[in-house]
């Protein structure tokens, strides 16, 4: 009951109000939408941008099946009837499947947009919870409570990383297995980094060995993994910046430099041929 309350209090980005409308429900059930092969991986795809409600699951369903049916009239209407853009037949066949694919595979690059936003916030958590938890380690909270002492503490600084926490120390609490709740974890955030961290908090509680040292040296090679990314960016911008100067930097330069002794070489020209 816990859990469905935490849930149930996430603001969901694809609902704009709390009920998913009639309509929509009436389409998804109709088609059966729901019970199709592909949905545990619709729901694991919408838990990574951190859409976890049953709503988010209908609406999602609901505009991937109509949205290539709105861009392909919306492309017709506007290539054949209205003919705003002049093309020749082949032109137009493609601008149209073009409009439908649009519709087709928007959803999903908004939903990948989303969660790799979400995968840099909990990415520049991360170092700072590991933090965190050695300090609870030490003071000899249990892994439980460190979960929820964290999620608290990190709120308003990264409130993605303590709603994830928050919700995986109340699944460690109600499932009778501390691992499961821990894959849960690691499934709906599903990167490298929290599948490390899930690594080693399953491997302490099965082999007993320290949580403290263990969080301390993921926090180091997190925070070196950051450090190398950061001046891997940084040796990549000269070669990124050489078409730029290349194109808007050398063409004025050499207007500037051999702009005035060509106009001069014009005039001198122009008074020999006077």
Sequence with gaps: EKREQLLGKQKDPLQLDSNVPEYQHAL???FQLQKSKH???IRMKLATAGWRSQDAVIRYLFFKACLPLIFGALGILYIYVLEFIQLSDMGKMLASMGCVLFGYYGPDLYIKNAAEKRRKALTLALPDTLDLMV???EAGLSPDATLEKISHEI???HPQMAEELRLTAVECSVLPNRKEAL???KNRVNFK????LVN???QTEKYGTPLAQAMRVLSAEFRNERMMRAEEKAARLPALLTAPMIIFILPPLFIVLVGPGILRMVDSLG???G
């Design 200 to 202: 080693a908090l399953i």
């Design 155 to 157: 709120s308003m600084a």
């Design 39 to 41: 949905g545990r991986r």
């Design 135 to 137: 300090i609870c380690a």
């Design 271 to 273: 008074s020999i041929g």
């Design 28 to 30: 998804v059930n109709y």
């Design 183 to 185: 894959e849960n974890f």
């Design 193 to 196: 980094e929290i599948t490390a």
